[in-house]
């Protein structure tokens, strides 16, 4: 899974933002680059990242497994990421996780059949005040009910379906 002569440039060039013998301190955007490139991020991918920035194969893995943000295994088109601490769930986020399993039919961790949707669970997302709510992309949804949660896949569904056909 080699990375093309484009991107190991970019890394390079994150490289030099640290001092030398500091590179992994570049882990964190290098791996945003690389899930990018892949949606995901395979083990074959955090292999070359390590050789690239010289360090463990594990250091890369123990990175990608412990932040919600990196998906270890692929994801649909469209990531739900529920968040899962004490505000939220006292605000109803287990309802909301449970009425998504439902409707979507999957367990968090699992992907429609389609490939449309992913459901994740994570920790605080910094809207406890908004609680329940969950992020897709760069977009928090708050004070989910069972009618918004349908309306806001409903319209991302149909959003990602015409991108698709066009």
């Known amino acids: 899974m080699p990375f093309t002569s484009e991107r190991l440039k970019q890394f390079e060039d994150i490289k030099k933002r640290y001092p030398e013998g500091k590179h992994k301190s570049a882990l964190l955007p290098i791996l945003h680059l ?3 490139d892949h949606g995901w991020l395979p083990v074959a991918a955090m292999d070359d990242v ?7 194969p594990i250091e890369v ?5 412990f932040y919600s943000m990196y998906n270890t295994k692929p994801v649909g088109k469209i990531l739900i990421e529920v ?3 004490g505000p939220c769930c006292l605000n109803g986020a287990e309802k ?7 409707k979507l039919n999957i367990k968090v961790g699992e992907t429609t059949k389609d490939n449309m949707f992913t459901l994740k669970t994570v920790e605080c997302l ?6 329940p709510m969950f992020q897709i992309g760069e977009t928090f949804y708050e004070h989910l009910t ?4 349908d309306m806001i896949l409903e319209n991302l569904k149909q959003e990602k379906l015409k991108a698709i056909n066009n």
């Open 34 to 36: 690389v899930q990018e």
């Open 50 to 56: 390590a050789e690239v920035l010289d360090i463990k």
């Open 61 to 65: 893995y123990e990175v990608a497994t």
């Open 83 to 85: 968040c899962q601490t």
């Open 96 to 102: 909301i996780v449970s009425y998504i399993e439902k």
């Open 126 to 131: 910094g809207a406890c005040g908004y609680a």
């Open 146 to 149: 069972e009618e918004k949660v």
